[in-house]
């Protein structure tokens, strides 16, 4: 019983510096670090505590003195200052765990389910490291200079990423290709990375089939295989018939360990992505850390069929007012959901199973893939991101190509669809001029870069593809990049896709016709597009009249307002009233950073000068001899203690703004 009282004492002090620690340190506080920076300080200072002062005397819990003793208010400030350092040392080593918001994890969770989660969260990346550790990672990132050493690395990387397996092994296959940033020593190695993938058992179909149908099995399907058409990392397909309407489907099934894997690997992922680009210059100059997080939100959009589905829907309706022969599955909306998606059945083969020789219109087929990408990218700025072999089937029978797999789409703003239609046009014409302004369209922070020199840079590339027959794709797109990356510009995301694209889909129009040149059917697209656009109006006189009516209705208001506003303008001129002010604190967000930024200084300044006080006023409590000397080094150590736990909710709220830069 005599061990009841120092108990509750020391837990009524841990909730009143639980209490007191989250209003000093700020708003957003995490309540699981707070309970643990708590719980280590209570405990670390109370064994201090007893084994320097209490230990071996007689202390009474039941005077009201010890409650307001030196010592005491000693121990329980130190708790508090403790507990806030202990605070700091949590913020400054927190993992980065990005969820579908790119944030912190927003679901609510136990305690113990964090602290499991935490637990093997720390564990899993100990191991992503310590495997890269032993394959040498470190060592190569260092000296990436010449090309032994980047085989070195090359070996390295691929040796690390296979060996982490699961998200790591496709994260790799992405990089593989990224010909663009990485030599072919890279792709090379990347490209061994191959990810064996089982086929899921017939009992784990039932329970997906049982658990996302509206209904059981045999009332929505009259035939179900259960044997896969095809199988991949994210799902696989099987071959299906509709009970109500007898329609042949297939059926795309998620694989139930995907969204378990993702929640635990993909912020381990860009853990080590980061890690890395700290480590090496060279891989936080081809923007790893970015790869790494672009990877991670490309994965969210495949794993869920809505967004698939969604995806597919679209570019249907976009492709119902093309006069091309290229289809979309249609996807039963009222049967899928975002783990199963039910869709039409694509009749014909795999254009990487068409041998040329049988195909007798051959170059017709590929003409009329690429000129549907072109309507889809350069007219609607949605269009189909995976165009590889696989993707693209082909019905002899009625001479139909069908897109298939949306898990990954890309869509271009009307300045990026311009851009690139001034991109095909530059390269096509060797016109440096042109094709400038196409890239000055494409890139991000164009107007940091001397127009000169980097015309003068892609005129070399010009130059290089000028008078020969057959232009290569890929060496266009990937000299582009790498004069950008030169320049220290960034293609915006969806462009670096687009030009992908463009390089993926080039390999796969050679495969149906060897002696297909992009470019030059680009050139054809645009001017039949130019041809067509113009004489619009003499085939469409009706929608081009209400087209008219709504442009004039825009406009008319604002027409009518000229003339007032230029009297009012000639007015304010003649008054010499006219003045151009440019106000910093217009922009929200600069105002908000030179309040906060305002705000960080006060609070600094308020902690250097209670240290500055309180350090003055114990070297002059060293010189007087009287009583009051006491007060004095109170008021001291009292004012370090306020310095102290300001400096500490500074330094926690600089790291909370640098990983909300990041």
């Known amino acids: 019983m005599t061990f009841i009282k120092p108990i509750l004492l020391i837990l009524l002090v841990a909730v009143f510096i639980f209490f007191i620690s989250g209003r000093l340190i700020g708003a957003n506080v995490n309540i699981f670090k707070k309970i643990l920076s708590v719980i280590i300080s209570v405990s670390f200072t109370t064994f201090i505590f007893w084994y320097t002062y209490l230990k071996g005397t007689d202390y009474n819990f039941d005077t009201m003195g010890s409650v307001v003793n030196t010592s005491n208010l000693l121990w329980v400030g130190s708790m508090l200052l403790i507990s806030m350092l202990i605070y700091l040392f949590f913020e400054l080593f927190d993992p980065i765990a990005l969820d579908e918001n790119n944030g912190r994890h927003s679901g609510r969770k136990s305690f113990f389910k964090r602290l499991l989660g935490y637990w093997r969260h720390q564990k899993r990346l ?129 694989r139930p360990e995907v969204k378990e894997i993702m929640r635990e690997d993909l912020s381990i992922l860009i853990e080590f992505a980061n890690w890395i680009s700290d480590k090496s210059h060279w891989a936080e100059s081809i923007g790893f850390r970015d790869l790494a997080q672009g990877f991670a939100s490309s994965l969210r959009e495949e794993i869920d069929f809505n967004i698939e589905a969604r995806n597919m829907i679209q570019i249907r309706n ?41 195909l007798l219109n051959c170059h017709e087929v590929a003409e009329t893939i690429l000129f549907s990408y072109l309507e889809q990218a350069l007219i609607s700025g949605i269009f189909h991101a995976d165009p590889h072999p696989g993707n693209i089937h082909y019905d002899a029978a009625t001479n139909e190509v069908a897109l298939l797999d949306f898990g990954a789409v890309c869509r271009l703003s009307s300045s990026q669809q311009e851009g690139l239609k001034l991109f095909f046009m530059g390269i096509q014409q060797n016109d440096t001029t ?125 027409l009518r307002k000229i003339p007032r506003r230029v009297d009012q303008l000639f007015k304010k001129v003649e008054d010499g009233k006219l003045i151009l002010h440019h106000d910093i604190f217009s922009d929200k967000n600069n105002a908000k950073f030179v309040t906060q930024l305002f705000s960080k200084f006060v609070l600094l300044f308020v902690g250097i000068t209670f240290g500055i006080i309180s350090v003055a006023l114990l070297a002059i409590s060293q010189f007087i001899n009287t009583a009051y000397a006491i007060y004095l080094n109170t008021a001291a150590y009292f004012g370090l203690f306020l310095c102290a736990i300001l400096l500490v909710r500074l330094s926690i709220q600089a790291i909370r703004d640098m990983k909300r830069n990041e």
Do not use: W
Request: hydrophobic share 40%.
């Open 434 to 558: 042109i094709l400038y302004d196409g890239i000055s369209l494409l890139v991000k922070n164009r107007s940091d870069v001397d127009r000169a020199e980097l015309e003068h840079a892609v005129s070399q590339i010009i130059l290089k593809i000028s008078y020969v027959e057959r232009i290569r794709t890929d060496e266009i797109v990937y000299s582009i990049f790498a004069v950008i990356r030169d320049f220290g510009l960034q293609f915006y995301p969806s462009v670096s896709v687009a030009l992908r694209v463009i390089v993926t889909l080039d390999g796969t129009l050679r495969i149906i016709d060897r002696n297909f040149n992009l470019f030059e059917e680009a050139k054809r697209f645009s001017k039949s597009y130019l041809k067509n656009t113009l004489k619009r109006p003499l085939y469409e006189p009706k929608e081009t009249k209400d087209r008219i009516e709504e442009e004039l209705a825009l406009i008319l208001p604002n």
């Open 126 to 254: 100990r191991n992503v490291v310590s495997i890269a550790v032993k394959n040498g990672i470190t060592r190569t990132v260092k000296y990436a200079r010449n090309r032994d050493s980047d085989r070195e690395l090359a070996i390295a990387l691929r040796e690390t990423l296979e060996q982490c397996g699961g998200i790591f092994i496709k994260f790799g296959q992405v990089l593989s290709t990224r010909k663009e940033l990485f030599s072919p020593v890279f792709i090379k190695e990347l490209e061994k990375l191959q990810k064996n993938v089982s086929e899921l058992s017939e009992k784990q179909v039932q329970t997906i089939l049982k658990q996302n149908l509206r209904g059981e099995l045999d009332e929505v399907f009259s035939y179900f295989d259960t044997n896969p058409i095809a199988a991949a990392s994210i799902g696989q397909v099987h071959k299906a018939v509709l009970r109500k309407t007898n329609e042949k489907v297939v059926v795309k099934l998620l």
């Open 318 to 358: 976009i492709l119902k007012q093309s006069k091309l022969n290229v289809s979309i599955p249609k996807v039963y909306e009222e049967y899928s959901n975002e783990n199963i998606l039910v869709m039409d059945y694509a009749k014909g083969v795999s254009v990487a199973n068409l041998a040329q020789e049988d």
